[in-house]
């Protein structure tokens, strides 16, 4: 089956605890992207990735990193979470080498930080 | 980075009638349309995109219109069901990036 993973879908963590939010897709999609979504704001892009080793900031990239060793995987991390990094996010990716195409998402990971 | 408003952000129809979200951006350089649909705890799923190249695009109910000139595009939902209940949200994407709309809560009432 087509699909788009997160791991894991709850993770609640304290102040300065480093994580790492795991993405992966198995339909060979170049373009793979992370958002986070707030109450009243929408979908936000944090960063997002064109290809293998190709990775580029997005909206909102302050106190993330984002690797792309693999085509099939786009790690999240947080090297020291903060309380305003409690929000849900999404993976997303799409075929092609731009953004022009639909964009499929994972089911969400709902991080807390206390 | 592209200023995306839409509107109206709440929407409330009665089963049958027709729902129209407007979606306006900033930057002339986009190329590309989506609408996507997000149910309560769900992910969001493309529902509807067009390209720049085109000024209107219909699946079966779900339609979108995109006026270039005045940068504007909208989605049209004819004869709405207590299924199409959700949040939409227009994101047009801006040299490989997408800045999402805030989202219209649209509920229709059977």
């Known amino acids: 089956e087509a699909q788009v993973t997160q791991n894991p879908r709850y993770l609640i963590t304290v102040t300065g605890k480093k994580l790492t939010v795991t993405c992966s897709q198995n339909?060979?999609?170049?373009?793979m992207s992370w958002y986070r979504q707030d109450p009243g704001l929408g979908l936000r892009q944090i960063y997002y990735s064109m290809n293998v080793e190709v990775t580029d900031k997005g909206d909102v990239p302050e106190g993330y990193k984002v690797s792309r060793k693999e085509k099939r995987n786009f790690p999240l991390i947080l090297e020291s979470p903060s309380p305003n990094q409690t929000s849900l996010y999404f993976c997303?990716?799409?075929?092609?080498?731009?953004?022009?195409?639909?964009?499929?998402f994972g089911p969400g990971t709902r991080l807390t930080v206390l | 980075g592209e200023n995306v408003e839409q509107h109206p952000s709440t929407l409330s129809v009665q089963e049958g009638d027709s729902a129209v979200i407007k979606c306006t951006y900033s930057?002339?350089?986009?190329?590309?349309f989506p609408w996507y649909k997000q149910e309560l705890g769900k992910r969001p799923q493309l529902i509807i995109d067009?390209?720049?190249?085109?000024g209107e695009k219909k699946d079966q109910r779900i339609a979108v219109t995109l006026n270039k000139t005045a940068k504007h595009f909208s989605l049209h939902i004819t004869e709405t069901q207590p299924e199409d209940s959700a949040v939409y949200f227009c994101?047009?994407?801006?040299?490989?990036?997408?800045?999402f709309g805030s989202g219209t809560k649209l509920n229709v009432k059977p």
């Open positions: 067009i390209r720049s190249n085109v």
């Open positions: 994101a047009p994407d801006n040299f490989n990036k997408f800045y």
């Open positions: 339909m060979n999609h170049e373009y």
């Open positions: 930057d002339s350089a986009s190329n590309y």
């Open positions: 997303a990716s799409s075929l092609g080498l731009a953004g022009d195409n639909e964009q499929f």
